[in-house]
């Protein structure tokens, strides 16, 4: 077995949590909880790990797939450069985020989530990992006349004369299955 890419499973866990976290916030906001100062941070956590976390990095070996949309987002994540490259930096900052969500029922899943997060990203920064964008590579077009090699050398098989007189057509089609009128 290769190693493992710890930096992908962290990626989808902190997906997952800044979702989960926004979605304990909501809940939280909109039932009118005591502390709804900790959901409208967890709200503003979650969006933040949201955006950080949806453009997935480039794997080291093998193709990645790009989420839809990825693209714009990766410019974003590539002009805070190291504070988002390095990945003890990501874990550091996702424990932090997760703290004050805990003080609240509906945002304690979350909290649990982003932290499991983070100690996988502080197993990727240890193992060397850190955060590559893809590169889109340029696609290259074929040349029209560099794509045939040898034009062939004997036409195409034709039907006989004959056959390729079109048959005039009788009526329209006919029903293969009986039906009975009653």
């Known amino acids: 077995m290769g190693q493992i890419e710890w930096a992908m499973w962290a990626n989808e866990q902190a997906l997952a ?17 005591k502390g709804w100062y900790f959901a409208a941070y967890s709200i503003a956590a979650g969006v933040l790990v949201c955006l950080l976390e949806y453009p997935r990095s480039k794997r080291k070996k093998g193709s990645t797939m790009e989420r839809c949309g990825q693209k714009y987002l990766t410019a974003v994540v590539k002009l805070f450069g190291p504070l988002t490259r390095n990945y003890y930096i990501r874990a550091v900052l996702h424990a932090a985020l997760a703290v004050p969500a805990g003080f609240l029922l509906s945002t ?10 983070s100690g996988i990203y502080l197993l990727a920064a240890v193992q060397g990992e850190e955060w590559r964008p893809i590169e889109q590579k340029p696609r290259e077009r074929p040349q029209v006349g560099g794509t045939i090699k040898q034009p062939p050398s004997n036409p195409p098989p034709r039907p006989p004369p004959d056959a390729r007189r079109k048959q005039p057509e009788v009526g329209g ?7 009975e009128v009653e």
């Open 108 to 117: 304690i899943l979350g909290t649990v989530c982003l932290g499991i997060a």
């Open 173 to 179: 089609q006919v029903n293969p299955i009986p039906v």
């Open 17 to 33: 949590a800044g979702l989960i976290l926004l979605t304990g916030g909501i809940v939280a906001v909109a039932g009118q909880f």
